[in-house]
């Protein structure tokens, strides 16, 4: 793959660590990388965002610049209530986070509950204050007639993007689930893959169909083992 089209996809990458044993070493290593190979974001707990935020900008440079910090909300379930998840987006907004990924209630999208789901998005979009909101509906636990009713409220909602996966469930994105998508999604909401994502090819082909952004932190490990060779 040419050089020119590596960068351009890790420039897609939100430069994810969302493990729960994640420490304070290993997020300092993930601004490191992501400001090193000028990631789309990072993607951290939202315990870590004030400090990654001033980590980042103390390490700035004109040669080596700070990425947005992106976090979690109702990670990974999606089941807290809307009030605790726009109490979360706030206080992750007070702390400097860029960008907002939350999850959403997915027992209440199964039984039918379509204006609750809408109306939380909705709720957490206005907590945003104008930032990007990424919606997280966990495909691998949906039918197709359920993503494509999500594609429709995501679009309703005004939310930034649609994204696929948490990558704590029991599958990540498809090239399926991305070109669905694709085809039901409004023009003004983006998509997001995110979760087992191995391998540049795979990353392109997701571009190919339509993501603008990539979850994933396999991208920097490939990148950065091949430079070390």
Wanted: with cysteine.
């Amino acid at each position: 793959m040419e050089k020119e089209q590596i960068q351009k996809l890790i420039g897609m990458c939100d430069h994810t660590l969302l493990l729960q044993g994640s420490t304070t070493e290993e997020i300092h290593g993930i601004c490191d990388d992501a400001m090193r190979f000028q990631t789309a974001s990072i993607c951290i707990p939202p315990c870590y965002v004030k400090e990654a935020k001033e980590y980042m900008v103390a390490k700035e440079t004109a040669d080596c610049k700070a990425v947005p910090v992106c976090t979690v909300i109702g990670f990974p379930n999606g089941n807290h209530t809307t009030a605790a998840k726009v109490f979360e987006t706030k206080d992750a907004i007070e702390n400097g986070a860029d960008e907002i990924d939350m999850v959403i209630n997915i027992g209440k999208l199964k039984e039918g509950s379509d204006d609750y789901v809408l109306d939380e998005i909705r709720q957490i979009k206005a907590a945003c204050g104008g930032r990007i909101l990424k919606v997280i509906i966990e495909t691998c636990l949906l039918t197709e007639e359920e993503k494509i009713r999500m594609c429709h409220i995501v679009t309703e909602s005004g939310a930034d993007f649609i994204k696929t996966s948490t990558g704590f469930s029991t599958a990540g994105a498809t090239f399926d689930d991305v070109a669905l998508f694709a085809k039901y999604v409004g023009p003004d909401v983006k998509i997001k893959a995110a979760g087992g994502i191995a391998s540049f090819d795979d990353a392109a082909h997701f571009a190919e169909l339509g993501a603008s952004r990539l979850g994933t932190s396999r991208l920097v490990k490939i990148l950065k083992a091949s430079l070390a060779e």
